[in-house]
């Protein structure tokens, strides 16, 4: 989704807040043309307000009045913790053509300057609901009370005033700042929309479980269940409340290792809150329990009701944990006093044993569930950026299999794995491992492109994914691909064995010489692949195609020797040693403009004809 494409979804629900609240007396104020931007700045707001905050109730909130022409929100909150936070946001509208645009510097400083004044208590020139609010926080500070100023934009914030906001931060360290840009907004509406799942909250302050004590009611009715080695961990029950209190203090953090995020709304959740409501005391019969890990457990007594952990992190049971939360939220307090009289729940907590047995922990719950080996990926620094990246293109980044629940009509979701293959192949000119992946995993169901070559001594996770990788490189892959695979009469599955990963990375090399050749040094071939295939002009790839194919063909044929020429594809697709004796040779030969613009493109014409020899292909599976 290009981010203009993104804005007019934005401007769209602004458009209609406008018209919902029409006669608001500052909406009706503003309604000439000149004060659009006012109007507009206003009803972001209203909509960020409704996004983040739930709040329907805005005029509560909003500070504007006739005396102030600024868009602010003024408001405070009580944190989980009891504790009372002002929030002071400032939203500047922009259009379309700027969304696409860094954010001025100079509007954030100026931000930052009424921030600053703010916090002195000299705004002056103010409304009289401004005035109160103002004396409010002027209250709150004095009571050594916290301050968030958030800064909201639809325009893309690069960094480009941190040195300042960093600065104003360290003035004191209960004032927090924020820049929520059109980018991040994306991100967070996607997660809503489309994932099911709840974003992070600007408008909500959250501790991290995995840096903070983290305290813990417990049921021991007949002892605990203990064990000592290789790793301490123990087996007891929870009420309720417990996980209630745990979700409510520390939010969608307990789960930033699971490989599920818990879905807003599913039909399993509705069954688990159906049973915890409607029969509490079946819930630990139904109910397989949760996993955790912490990075220091205590030896607990048998008497213990209460224990204090170092770092808590649920990676199995996300979803009993969110719907139990639900349920005891939504109940009254005499249903809540009977879940905690008759409901347990089991828990499960153990030790941390290191990076590599946690992921295994992980892994290995999560067993009874269809999990793919990507799924205990996706929560990598690198997936979430690569699918950050995407948000910008109609080719959405699937990191967690089945992770959106859908997608808008012009976007196409694609799977990691499948941008893995075509990354492999193409930009790191291994089509040999692609072959060799997916013949072992017919065998033992395991993706080495995602998993490590620390677990597993093929592994090439490390490889495909690093600090070299970006989507750019993947999605120019990913084109070239479906280029071929168009032009092929073949199912998904076969593509493997029919050699289109060796002509994909081979593709490359004969695309780039002819695009110097045609266009000089300088050109940026994946830049030019990805311009002409969004553009469809697919054409010269297609002819490019049937090029290295007919080259391909004269390297491996033997003539009036069917056996040599098979035995001789079998080692292009299989042993690496023999594609770069033919990459070289290509390498080595000299492509004019006219041998790829010349060749001629037959109606129907396959690409490729046939499949390498079947007995071949499983004995190298043995």
Not at 26 to 47: E, G, M, P, V
Request: proline share 3%; with cysteine.
């Amino acid at each position: 989704m290009q981010t203009k494409e993104f804005y007019n979804v934005i401007d769209s629900e602004i458009n209609t807040l406008l018209e919902k609240y029409k006669d608001d007396e500052f909406i009706k104020k503003h309604k000439n043309k000149n004060a659009i931007n006012n109007q507009k700045s206003y009803a972001l707001l209203i909509w960020f307000l409704e996004f983040y905050g739930r709040k329907s109730n805005y005029k509560d909130f909003i500070t504007d009045g006739d005396r102030d022409s600024s868009c602010d929100i003024i408001f405070d909150s009580t944190n989980n913790q009891g504790d009372k936070i002002f929030y002071v946001v400032q939203s500047k509208w922009n259009n379309a053509d700027k969304s696409e645009k860094e954010t001025d510097k100079d509007e954030i400083l100026k931000a930052l300057n009424d921030f600053d004044t703010i916090l002195r208590g000299e705004k002056q020139n103010v409304n009289e609901k401004v005035k109160a609010k103002l004396d409010d926080l002027d209250h709150h500070l004095k009571a050594n009370g916290e301050v968030k100023f958030i800064f909201l934009t639809l325009s893309q914030y690069q960094g480009g005033a941190d040195e300042n906001i960093s600065a104003f931060i360290k003035s004191d360290e209960k004032t927090k700042f924020e820049v929520i840009d059109i980018n991040r907004i994306k991100v967070d509406y996607i997660d809503r929309i489309y994932k099911k799942i709840e974003p992070l909250n600007p408008l909500e302050s959250y501790h991290n479980p995995e840096e903070n004590p983290v305290t813990l009611e417990i049921v021991q009715t007949n002892g605990v269940v203990k064990i000592q080695t290789p790793f301490k961990a123990y087996m007891f029950l929870l009420r309720p409340k417990s996980i209630y209190d745990l979700f409510e203090k520390y939010g969608f953090a307990l789960f930033y290792k699971n490989v599920r995020n818990p879905l807003l709304q599913s039909q399993f959740n509705e069954d688990i809150e159906r049973t915890a409501v409607d029969n509490p005391a079946f819930f630990w019969y139904y109910n397989n329990g949760i996993t955790a890990i912490t990075y220091f457990l205590p030896t607990i007594r048998k008497t213990a009701e209460q224990i204090e952990l170092t770092g808590l992190q649920i990676i199995n049971g996300a979803q009993t944990v969110y719907a139990i939360y639900l349920a005891y939220k939504d109940a009254s307090p005499t249903k809540r006093k009977q879940m905690d009289s008759v409901s347990l729940v089991t828990l499960r907590l153990l030790e941390s044993g290191g990076k590599d047995f946690d992921l295994n922990v992980t892994r290995y719950t999560n067993s009874q569930n269809p999990v793919d080996d990507r799924d205990f990926c996706a929560n990598d620094d690198i997936q979430i950026m690569l699918q950050n990246a995407s948000y910008q293109t109609n080719i959405w980044y699937e990191k967690r299999r089945d992770e959106f629940r859908e997608t808008p009509e012009n976007i196409e979701k694609v799977p990691n794995s499948v941008f893995a293959n075509t990354y492999l192949a193409y930009h790191l000119q291994d089509p040999s491992s692609v072959l060799k992946n997916y013949n072992q995993q017919q065998q033992t169901s395991k993706d080495l492109n995602f998993i490590s070559h620390k677990e597993h001594k093929d592994g090439l996770y490390e490889k495909i994914f690093n600090d070299e990788t970006t989507f750019e490189n993947m999605l120019c892959g990913l084109y070239v691909f479906d280029v071929i695979y168009t032009a092929v009469s073949l199912p998904y599955e076969d593509t493997f064995n029919a050699g289109l990963y060796h002509l994909l990375a081979l593709f490359k090399v004969g695309f780039t010489k002819y695009l110097k050749a045609k266009f000089g040094d300088k050109i940026n071939v994946n830049k030019h692949i990805i311009k002409i295939y969004e553009q469809d002009d697919k054409k010269i790839m297609i002819q490019t195609f049937n090029f290295i194919n007919q080259f391909v063909d004269e390297q491996v044929e033997v003539s009036d020797n069917e056996e040599k020429t098979a035995e001789r594809i079998f080692k292009f697709l299989f042993e690496p040693a023999h594609y770069e004796k033919i990459k070289e040779a290509l390498e080595d030969l000299d492509i004019s403009v006219q041998d790829i613009e010349d060749i001629v493109i037959q109606d129907n014409e396959k690409l490729i004809e046939g499949e390498p020899n079947e007995e071949n292909n499983s004995e190298n599976n043995d």
